[in-house]
């Protein structure tokens, strides 16, 4: 690999943006493509393919050759919305994980770095934290967790509008039928509100915040690699 | 979605800047059960430090062998390891599984 072309790619991953390396494995023939690039490219229908699925593979050339794709997707971060218990669960999992984790709670009491040392802790209301933390996207997963819905809400309704890879939401069923009452108020339908994973958690029988927290991420994951599950729709096709 | 590869390749670019030989080893191709999936990197310098893994630990000794070569002569190659191969006698994958290794320099 050229080095300008390694430096470009580097310089995509580290401004959150995908994009893709396409090589010729037998002459070494190799090119990065960004992601706004993929439409006009030659090999746009597998590069997007590629892309959606997050996953690197070979594939065919249009002259038949066989081409390997790199798919260089921004890491996952996960903002958690609420410094409470759970939370604290949730930080040394998520890091063995490799997600990168923020926790947002306006409540300084709560999120404080006594409670939280070592982690990205911003104490800011959602509107404001989110400004401060930079925009959310499809490589982003949110779980809120206050049981309030003045923090948690604006927090969804953000994570629903940047369309983030994960989306979840603590609470009961009574008052997740709430939440969705609220947001559908403010104007989201049912196929979006269907996005928040509510109550929040795979149903491993959780009851401690450890086991709760490893139900989530459980359920990150699950998400993030549904593609892999066996028997999906997304993995019976591979 | 998950990165795990997130520093290899800026330990790439980095260690091109010092001044230092570089290979790239990527997993291009996996059969049956492989260690590391498709599109997984090991990087490796001229003195044989290396970053990264490629098969969790089972070929990478032969990996970073062919790597010393393609820094000498540039030309990039792909390496194929299993245990149905010749090359199971040095570097095998327990797993049984078999994987193909692009090599490339850093140039």
């Known amino acids: ?238 | 979605m998950l990165s795990t590869d997130d520093d290899i390749l800026r330990a790439a670019e980095g260690w091109r800047r010092e001044g230092r030989a570089v290979a790239l080893a990527t997993v291009i191709e996996t059969w049956g059960s492989a260690p590391r999936p498709v599109g997984s990197h090991l990087v490796i310098d001229g003195d044989s430090r290396f970053l990264g893994s490629v098969s969790g630990g089972c070929v990478e000794g032969a990996v970073i062998t062919e790597a010393l070569e393609v820094i000498e002569d540039g030309r990039p190659r792909t390496l194929e390891f299993g245990v149905a191969d010749e090359t199971a006698w040095r570097a095998g994958l327990s797993c049984g599984g078999r994987i193909r290794v692009f090599v490339e320099r850093i140039d």
Not at chain 1, 15 to 34: F, H, K, N, S, Y
Not at chain 1, 49 to 77: I, K, N, Q, T, Y
Not at chain 1, 103 to 113: C, M, Y
Not at chain 1, 198 to 224: C, F, K, R, Y
Request: hydrophobic share 45%.
């Open chain 1, 1 to 238: 690999m050229r080095l300008d072309t390694l430096s470009a790619l580097n310089a995509e991953r580290a401004a959150r943006r995908p994009a893709l390396i396409v090589t010729d494995p037998e002459d070494g023939g190799q090119r990065l493509v960004r992601a706004a690039e993929i439409d006009a490219d030659p090999l746009g229908p597998l590069l997007r393919e590629r892309l959606h699925s997050g996953r690197s593979g070979l594939g065919e050339g249009p002259d038949g050759r066989p081409v390997f794709v790199a798919v260089h997707a921004p890491p996952v971060r996960f903002v958690v919305i609420g410094a409470v218990h759970i939370s604290q669960a949730l930080v040394p999992l998520a890091s063995q994980l490799g997600l990168d984790l923020t926790v947002i709670d306006p409540r300084t009491a709560f999120a404080s770095p006594e409670r939280f040392p070592g982690v990205r802790l911003i104490a800011e209301w959602p509107a404001e934290a989110l400004r401060e933390f930079g925009p959310l996207d499809a490589y982003t997963a949110v779980a809120a967790l206050t049981h309030d819905p003045k923090i948690d809400d604006p927090a969804l309704v953000a994570a629903l509008r940047a369309d983030c890879a994960y989306i979840g939401a603590l609470g009961s069923r009574k008052t997740h039928a709430r939440r969705v009452e609220r947001l559908q108020a403010a104007g989201f339908d049912a196929a979006a509100i269907g996005r928040i994973h509510a109550p929040i958690g795979l149903d491993i029988g959780a009851v401690s915040p450890a086991e709760i927290a490893l139900s989530i991420l459980a359920q990150v994951v699950a998400t993030l690699r549904q593609d892999r599950i066996k028997g999906s729709n997304a993995a019976a096709g591979r």
